[in-house]
């Protein structure tokens, strides 16, 4: 059965820290790894990893996959509260279906 | 700016009620999704649509059942809520293919 496992379930750092958070799949005729933040509403997209090894980046977060090890990672740098969110991790199969992760909740004091 | 929207934030209903959710997407997306969300549990998916009229079964069905007239809504039916069906809600949109979803904001659904 295709599953996604992210840890950790949950996070405390303070603000400035660096964290990263973890995305491991199983899925048969994996496609692509999504990663999504949920702050209280609805969630939004942050990264789609179709290649290996290839880094994806937005201010700062960054994201890589490895489809050997079948893993990806978020990272967030420099954090501060307004990064305090529930992030998500999809993977797609070949049908384009997704598979989810329960979600890491991340929670930055100030 | 994209946008998909449900018809309520926060819902509280009976049980045995039949309780309609509705989403609405102005992107003119083919594809359209309803899921659960649950803690621990992550998202589940109930049903999706990739076209009007058509509809498949998601992973947790049961319970359920969806409607779509036209391309941009999709409703969820819940034929006589239960109070394990007390959770969040959401529905999303995408274009075909590999399309990452849109999220609306979500129903937080309490039968009681």
């Known amino acids: 059965e295709d599953k996604v496992v992210q840890s950790p379930l949950s996070l405390v750092v303070h603000e400035g820290d660096t964290v990263t958070l973890n995305c491991s799949y199983e899925?048969?005729?994996?496609?692509?790894l999504l990663w999504y933040k949920q702050e209280k509403k609805a969630p939004t997209f942050l990264f789609m990893l179709t290649s290996s090894g290839i880094e994806k980046k937005s201010g700062r977060l960054s994201s890589i996959l490895d489809k050997k090890e079948l893993f990806s990672i978020l990272n967030i740098t420099a954090t501060q509260t307004g990064d305090s969110a529930v992030y998500l991790c999809?993977?797609?199969?070949?049908?384009?279906?997704?598979?989810w992760g329960a979600g890491t909740k991340l929670i930055i004091k100030p | 700016d994209v946008k998909v929207t449900q018809s309520s934030r926060y819902l509280v209903k009976r049980t045995g009620e039949k309780v309609f959710l509705e989403c609405v997407q102005d992107m003119d997306h083919e594809n359209m999704f309803w899921y659960r969300q649950d803690p621990g549990l992550g998202l589940r998916l109930i049903y999706f649509s990739y076209d009007v009229k058509m509809k498949e079964k998601g992973d947790i069905p049961e319970g359920y059942s969806v409607s779509r007239e036209k391309k941009e809504r999709f409703s969820l039916i819940l034929e006589s809520a239960s109070t394990n069906q007390t959770s969040m809600y959401l529905c999303a949109s995408s274009l075909p293919g590999q399309g990452a979803p849109y999220f609306g904001p979500g129903t937080r659904l309490t039968v009681t």
């Open positions: 899925v048969t005729n994996f496609r692509s």
């Open positions: 999809a993977a797609m199969d070949s049908n384009y279906q997704l598979i």
